[in-house]
């Protein structure tokens, strides 16, 4: 009896262990079902807990692996985020929603589900493991209903706005500016006459200028920078205030130009700029460029990157000893030769390959697709160069290929790949798959 009962014993310390194990990873804390770690520094039960859309003032730093991610603690900043639902089991709005007001506590949330649920991000790309987790250091300072803060935030929205045009109106009465604003509210100040004529929309503009915030604090610059700014009026690339301002001055004029917060960058922090901060400008306008002028030089920028192009992708054929070539300009040479199938419309072609740039620089391979890639012909999928030198190939071949930049990605830039490049593709082809993948 004694015996069994220490067998019995065993059995359920064992158990116990496999219960616990799970939990071992970082000692001290606990486990929920749904896989979240968490261990409380400090724990009012009878405080309120949030509710689904409450918003919560809360301090919180975030470590990547104990390493330091972001720390909004002691900061001076308010930071509320509200109550949702889950977004993925054992998330944070789990360990928000097991907290009460006072409550302060750590969080162990996995890394790349973050990335992927939270940002859209694949983890693999941004250096995330599959073992990495957000540890997140949290204390429960505030609570509000949605409404209440929605509330709230009008409040102080429109008490900024107030205090910012408080702030220009003393400005201008400190200053003396006696010059009548604009029906937007900016002034206009003449510093030096110009002899030239107004910029229209769509004229390229270059200009410099020097940005300071009302107190005189210095926010930007281009006085002494030999670059200067250039911008194209009525594209919206400057802010509102830049596009009332400079269509004024005259080629060769110099202005001062207070803008007020609404004709800067509003309800955005942008640098060392703060939020609704009015902004006073230096500006000169030093040279107008012709919409017809700017076509010109567009054309012809385009000519020159055609031709070095076409250089470009001569000097390499010629290099690499390639001289077939197909009607189309498609350049190719096989270095394994079968007499095996060849891929027809709407079958699909697996295939290993190693895409670069013609000068050599990595531009992908299908190792990082899982090993292999399956190319479906006839469809429109592919690059036209790629679906062509498919349609040429046997099962077992090896052969490069090289597109000029008209059957690759042309003449528009493509994520990181500039206009008019040419790519090299390395394939070998591995089976025809009747069935479209």
């Known amino acids: 009896m004694r015996r069994n009962y220490f067998l019995f014993s065993m059995i359920c310390l064992s158990a116990m262990c496999l219960l616990t194990a799970c939990t071992q990873r970082f000692p001290g804390y606990k486990k929920t079902a749904d896989g979240l770690y968490y261990k409380f520094h400090n724990k009012n039960l009878s405080a309120p807990q949030p509710k ?28 509320f985020t509200q109550l949702q639902k889950a977004i993925f089991p054992g998330d944070l709005q789990e360990a928000y929603a097991m907290m009460h007001l006072g409550d302060s506590a750590s969080f162990y949330v996995k890394a790349d589900s973050v990335a992927i649920k939270y940002y859209e991000q694949d983890p693999n790309a941004i250096g995330l493991k599959a073992d990495d987790y957000f540890r997140y250091e949290v204390k429960l300072v505030e609570l509000q209903s949605e409404a209440e803060f929605k509330s709230n935030l009008e409040k102080m929205v429109e008490s900024m706005k107030n205090a910012s045009r408080k702030a220009l109106a003393d400005y201008v009465a400190d200053n003396n500016i006696n010059v009548k604003p604009e029906s937007s509210g900016i002034y206009i100040i003449p510093i030096e006459q110009g002899k030239g004529r107004c910029p229209v929309k769509g004229e390229q503009v270059e200009v410099d200028f020097a940005a300071y915030l009302l107190d005189g604090q210095s926010v930007g610059s281009t006085w002494d920078s030999p670059d200067k700014l250039s911008f194209v009026l009525g594209e919206g690339v400057t802010i509102q205030g830049w596009e009332e ?8 004029d110099r202005v001062k130009a207070i803008i007020p917060f609404d004709m800067a960058y509003g309800e955005h922090s942008v640098g060392s700029i703060p939020s609704y901060a009015n902004l006073v400008y230096d500006i000169k306008l030093l040279k107008i460029t012709t919409a017809e002028e700017l076509k010109k030089q567009a054309e012809a920028a385009d000519k020159a990157m055609q031709a070095e192009s076409a250089k470009a992708l001569l000097d390499y054929v010629k290099a690499n000893g390639i001289t077939d070539h197909t009607a189309s300009g498609l350049y190719y ?81 493509y994520g990181n790949i500039p206009a008019y490049s040419n790519i090299v593709f390395d394939v070998e082809l591995l089976e025809i798959l009747n069935e479209t993948k």
Request: proline share 4%; glycine share 12%.
């Open 333 to 413: 040479s096989k270095s394994v030769v079968t007499e095996g199938a060849q891929p027809q419309a709407g079958q699909t072609a697996r295939i290993k390959f190693v895409a670069k740039f013609i000068d050599g620089s990595p531009l992908g391979d299908s190792e990082q697709l899982g090993g292999f890639y399956d190319a479906v012909i006839g469809q429109g999928k592919l690059l036209p160069g790629l679906e062509e030198g498919l349609g040429m190939m046997h099962v077992g071949e090896q052969a490069r290929f090289v597109l000029p930049y008209s059957l690759a990605y042309g003449n528009i830039a």
């Open 245 to 252: 301002v400079v269509p004024k001055m005259h080629l060769g």
């Open 52 to 79: 689904l859309t409450d918003f919560m003032k809360v301090d919180m730093a975030c470590y990547l692996n104990d390493s330091l991610y972001y720390d909004w603690q002691g900061t001076q900043k308010d930071v």
